[in-house]
C-alpha cells in the first residue's frame, strides 16, 4: 500500500478551482515533490446522449473515479479517460498514473466533494467564491476559449446550471477546508493547512484532523446566492444585462 495523499477541491462553475488545483501542484513540485493533478471532467461517460446535462452528476462516471483513487492508495496503477469536449466524448489515449510513496493527488471539479466518490482518506476543499463572480468568469472563458456567446451561455446558464447548482452548493458542508476566494493569499492559507494538517502528521505518525476551518473568520457565515430563475417572459439574460446592452467582463478566467 502506497502512502498517497489525496487532496480533493470543488467549486461552481468559474469558482477557481483549476486556479487552485494548478497553484497547489506547482507549489508541491517545486518543493521536489511528486503531486499530479486529476481533472473531474475526463470522467464524463463516454458517449454522452444528446441533451446531457454536463452540470449534473449523473453525467460523470464518479464511480470509476472513486475506484482509481482507492487503487492509487492501495498502490496499484490506473489509467486516467481523456475526455474531449470539443468532440463531445472520451479519447482513445488514457493517462497512466503509477503511485509513488508520498506523492500527492490533487483531483479537482464541481463534483469532487460527492458522495459517490466515497470515504477515501483524503482533504477536501470547497472554493466559496460568489456566484456572480462566477458567472462573471464563465462568460469570459467560454466566449474566448469555446467561442460562446454571452446570450448562449446565460441561456445554458438559467436552463442547466442554476437547477443543479445544489449538487454542487451542498458538498460545501463535507469539506474540510473553505477557502472565501481563489486568490494567492488563500492559496497560501491552504497549503500552509495541508502542510500541517495532512503532511506533517504523517511525518509524525500520527492522524491529521478532519476538522473543519477556513482561509479567514468570515467564511463560515457567508451565505452563496442562487440566481433566481425567472418567469413569463423575464428572462436571466434580460434581468441581467438589459435587453441591449453587455458589460465588460474583467477579472481572471478560471
Given amino acids: 500500500m502506497a502512502n498517497v495523499f489525496v487532496l480533493r477541491i470543488a467549486a461552481p462553475s468559474g469558482g477557481g478551482k483549476t486556479t487552485v488545483a494548478d497553484e497547489v501542484v506547482k507549489h508541491y513540485q517545486l518543493q521536489g515533490k511528486r503531486c499530479i493533478k ?4 475526463d470522467y464524463y461517460k463516454k458517449d454522452p446522449q444528446p441533451g446531457t446535462n454536463f452540470d449534473h452528476p449523473d453525467a460523470v462516471e464518479l464511480e470509476l473515479l472513486a475506484a482509481h483513487l482507492e487503487a492509487l492508495q492501495e498502490g496499484e496503477t490506473i489509467e486516467v479517460p481523456t475526455y474531449s469536449f470539443t468532440k463531445s466524448t472520451r479519447l482513445a489515449e488514457t493517462k497512466p498514473i503509477t503511485p509513488s510513496e508520498g506523492m500527492i493527488i490533487v483531483v479537482e471539479g464541481i463534483f469532487a466533494l460527492n458522495e459517490k466518490l466515497g470515504e477515501i482518506n483524503d482533504f477536501k476543499i470547497y472554493v466559496d467564491t460568489r456566484l456572480d463572480i462566477c458567472l462573471a468568469r464563465r462568460l469570459r472563458r467560454d466566449e474566448i476559449e ?7 451561455n446565460l441561456a445554458y446558464y438559467e436552463k442547466n446550471i442554476i437547477p443543479n447548482l445544489h449538487f454542487v452548493l451542498d458538498t460545501k458542508a463535507e469539506a474540510d477546508f473553505i477557502m472565501p ?13 495541508v502542510d500541517s494538517q495532512v503532511l506533517q502528521p504523517v511525518k509524525s505518525s500520527q492522524p491529521y484532523t478532519t476538522a473543519r476551518f477556513f ?4 467564511t463560515d457565515t457567508q ?20 435587453q441591449s446592452s453587455m458589460p465588460g467582463l474583467g477579472g481572471s478566467v478560471n
Fill in 223 to 242: 451565505t452563496p446566492r442562487i440566481p433566481e430563475q425567472t418567469t413569463g417572459q423575464t428572462t436571466l439574460i434580460s434581468e441581467t444585462f438589459g
Fill in 215 to 218: 482561509a479567514t473568520a468570515e
Fill in 181 to 193: 476566494t481563489s486568490n494567492s493569499e488563500d492559496i497560501k492559507k491552504l497549503i500552509e493547512a
Fill in 146 to 152: 469555446r467561442g460562446t456567446s454571452i446570450e448562449e
Fill in 38 to 41: 486529476i481533472s473531474v471532467d
